[in-house]
């Protein structure tokens, strides 16, 4: 088939190329992704001179062949080498996963991506030459790669043209030494929402907090923070480098106490405002104008652009906000959830339930130390809206302290959907919790739904509505 330009083997059990794959000499476009049982990527390869598009990722392989770098009018090269290294494979493998030479031969790349199995000591012996060619990428705009020490970030951050002069529209960075687990405690769920974002850095494994991520948090729309071994709050990773976040994963980092504390906010401000000068100087002597001009002005809008939030496995979680909330912060939130935070007792101060009016999603999980979600007084003047206007589902599981779900307060007026799991101390509901005409389920188990007791009566629609768990 000479005049074949797109050749799709995705997800089939090709485990090579056949010989006569030499005879495509059209070919622009070659898919083999997710083609599990793949093993070797043919040197034959290499003679597609056509060749604009290489998908190799979710294959088998070990390594590239040389004769990639003769496939110079690629333009996007997606790869994985993340199989597991038993000794069998070792014998078949090379001793370098991507020979010296080949991405800066590819002068065309626009889509470099490239997964590496974390264990695999040959990437990071090969990491700091491959960092190197990436940055001789002019055309560059999408990028996924893995820096398993911070200090490589620098030096991309450095020589890269894409990020002087940002060129970058799509990355995905993986910063930190982590360890390739069997199981995750990261549910599929937000690993894929994780990726839906087209500037994604995963932090793992930290300590500190090096000016490299906070320079890549600055252009970042997604942040996984996992497994950091010193950091208190969030907010010390810089209030004005998180303004274009809209995903934001913590998951596992013990010393955190709460995610935002407002003070940082002010004393960022008071920073800027003094040093503002001094700073645009520098920037300009480093030609970093454009980044100055993204962190400086009003700082004070707190994750203004989030709308995604997962928390999960936070060991000394105590609260998501200390101190006042200005307007506008966190006011485009609409999914946020908080899973197994042992010492967590306070989610809604009265601030965050001003500026929570996109909230769509709340879960709660495995968080004992909760009693209501809304744990503060709120003031008896008349509101002119309702709290939490646009909250449509309400899911609190594995939750022993509960005992009310907003403490009589009359919150989401259009709520859709209440799940309930394991509360045993959620013995009394008021009508004022619930009432909401667009309310069309209430799930929990069936025991506790008889026994549960209504300050002022039940009304009988809400049986109707009730769906039990069936355990």
Known sequence: ?????????????????????????????????????????????????????????????????????????????????????????????????????????????????????????????????????????????????????????????LNSSMWLHPSLSHFRFTIGHHVKRTMSRLPHDVEFELERWERCLKYINGVDIPTEIKEVLQYSTAFFLERHATVKKLSDFGIGNMKQLKCCVVGECNEVEVIIDETDARKEDNEADANEDDDVDAWEEDDRNEIVSKTSGDIKIVLGSLEYLYIYYMKNLGRIWEGPVQPKCLSILKFMTLRTCPQLTTIFTTGLLDNLYNLEELTVEDCPSIKTLVSCK???????????????????HYMPGLVSISSGLHIAPRLESLSFYNCPNLKHLLIEEVSSKDLKKIKGEWNWWVALKWRSGRPSYLDDIFVPINI
């Open 1 to 157: 088939m000479p005049a074949l330009q797109i050749l799709n083997l995705s997800r089939t059990s090709i485990k090579s190329l056949p010989e006569s794959i030499i005879g495509l000499v059209s070919l622009k476009r070659l898919f083999l992704n997710d083609c599990h049982r793949f093993l070797i990527l043919s040197p034959k390869v290499g003679e597609l001179k056509q060749l604009e598009v290489l998908d190799i990722d979710g294959t088998d392989i070990m390594d590239l062949p040389k004769e990639i770098k003769e496939l110079t009018n690629l333009t996007c090269l997606e790869v994985s080498f993340c199989a597991y290294l038993s000794n069998g494979r070792r014998a078949m493998q090379s001793d370098v996963v991507v020979p010296c030479g080949i991405i800066s031969a590819l002068s065309h790349l626009e889509e470099l991506n490239m997964s590496v199995n974390p264990d695999d000591k040959r990437w990071s012996a090969c990491v700091e030459a491959i960092v190197s060619e990436v940055c001789t990428l002019e055309s560059l705009n999408t990028l996924k790669f893995y820096f398993p020490r911070v200090e490589l970030v620098w030096r991309f951050l």
């Open 378 to 396: 709120i003031s008896t003047e008349p509101k002119t809206f309702d709290f939490l206007p646009n909250l449509k589902r309400i899911s609190l």
